[in-house]
């Protein structure tokens, strides 16, 4: 069992910065690969980012590419989610998500992952 508790969500004006962290809890002697999924209103819950367990490897959806970035610190046993530049459409509730299964592999699909965080609102003002 692993539980996650996301933190770091907030309201911001365009072009502002925003920290997500995710602590992760129980089974953190397994290594495994961390992602950041959003979901808005009305919307289907969408990829944002993931990361290794080694933090070697990354990707980022087409939309966050270069403005946002996700890394890791194993012995806090917490993953990040820099949001730079941020825009209206980014408004979302991200969670982020263990997938047990896989340490290096990335995986797009929410299906993939095993255990999930309740969630931080981030909203972006215009």
């Known amino acids: 069992q692993v539980q996650l508790v996301e933190s770091g969500g907030g309201l911001v004006q365009a072009g502002g910065s925003l920290r997500l962290s995710c602590a992760a809890f129980g089974r953190t002697s397994s290594n495994y690969a961390m992602g950041w999924f959003r979901q808005a209103p009305g919307k289907e819950r969408e990829f944002v980012a993931a990361i290794s367990w080694s933090g070697s490897a990354a990707n980022y959806a087409d939309s966050v590419k270069g403005r946002f970035t996700i890394s890791r610190d194993n012995a806090k046993n917490t993953v990040y989610l820099f949001l730079n530049s941020l825009k209206p459409e980014d408004t979302a509730v991200y969670y982020c998500?263990?997938?047990?299964?896989?340490?290096?592999?990335?995986?797009?699909?929410?299906?993939?992952?095993?255990?999930w965080g309740q969630g931080t609102q981030v909203t972006v003002s215009s």
């Open positions: 998500a263990a997938d047990l299964r896989r340490t290096q592999k990335l995986q797009y699909d929410p299906d993939e992952y095993d255990y």
